[in-house]
């Protein structure tokens, strides 16, 4: 009977060792030419990480990148809604505030994805993957505006 309750709590003990080592969310604060100060947060399961690179924040998923992200202006989010109608295009959702489509690129459809993350700050981003899958890298980015 003993045996059993030394394993049992070396099982417990073992597990909760494990629980410890799990991966927390990542978190970069990217400073785009707005003025502000967006943190983004990743959550990291399924070998999700992401990295900023000269203002554009990239995304991975097992060193396979996923996304790609910049940060704009609402003027910038304007000039980039008024210049797809002179381009071939399927917009999948659209709303005041919210913009996805799809365009053909010189590697194959691209999905874009714009969206405030700030008070003067929009997302920009994109990716080669079909709609359903970018919404699901998306839905692990989260944007906070805020200080350091």
Request: include cysteine.
């Amino acid at each position: 009977m003993n045996h059993l309750k030394l394993k049992a709590a070396s099982l417990l003990f073992s597990a909760v060792l494990l629980a410890g080592c799990g991966l927390t969310d990542e978190k970069i604060t990217m400073k785009p030419e707005t003025g502000e100060n967006i943190q983004v947060t990743l959550d990291r399961g399924d070998d999700f990480s992401m990295e900023e690179s000269s203002g554009v924040l990239v995304v991975y998923q097992k060193k396979k990148v996923m996304m790609r992200c910049a940060f704009i202006s609402r003027e910038q989010e304007q000039a980039q809604r008024a210049s797809i109608i002179t381009m071939p295009f399927e917009i999948h959702r659209e709303e005041e505030n919210y913009i996805s489509y799809s365009m053909g690129g010189p590697d194959g459809m691209v999905n874009y994805y714009m969206y405030p993350v700030g008070k003067k700050t929009w997302l920009y981003a994109a990716t080669h993957l079909p709609p359903e899958a970018a919404e699901k890298v998306l839905s692990r980015i989260h944007f906070k505006e805020g200080s350091e």
